[in-house]
């Protein structure tokens, strides 16, 4: 299974990243995908998901400002990010909602105050 996240980078707060998860190794179309993050410290926490029918879950936190989209085509899953915090600083991963393959490298997002 290979998961490779990108889009991550620097962003003053109140601006907005797109990240891109290709997957392989798996039957990506029929997985509900899930984005997860991981601050230093912290465990690693999801924070979107969608369903193989585009129904999409988010946390709290993120909730009105981060939009999870996929295209089972290109076997990638996206996370629009606007309105970014500080707080929203980690390292974000992608990986299958349930039962979750072993972890890629991720992409770090950086928040500026």
């Known amino acids: 299974v290979q998961l490779q996240a990108s889009g991550g980078g620097l962003v003053q707060a109140g601006g907005s990243l797109r990240l891109s998860c290709v997957v392989s190794?798996?039957?990506?179309?029929?997985?509900?995908m899930g984005w997860y993050r991981q601050a230093p410290g912290k465990q690693r926490e999801l924070v979107a998901s969608?369903?193989?029918?585009?129904?999409?879950n988010y946390a709290d936190s993120v909730k009105g400002r981060f939009t999870i989209s996929r295209d089972n085509a290109k076997s990638t899953v996206y996370l629009q990010m606007n309105g970014l915090k500080p707080e929203d600083t980690a390292v974000y991963y992608c990986?299958?909602?349930?039962?979750?393959?072993?972890w890629g490298q991720g992409t770090q997002v950086t928040v500026s105050s």
């Open positions: 990986n299958a909602k349930y039962a979750p393959a072993s």
């Open positions: 969608i369903s193989t029918g585009a129904v999409t």
């Open positions: 190794g798996i039957a990506f179309s029929i997985k509900s």
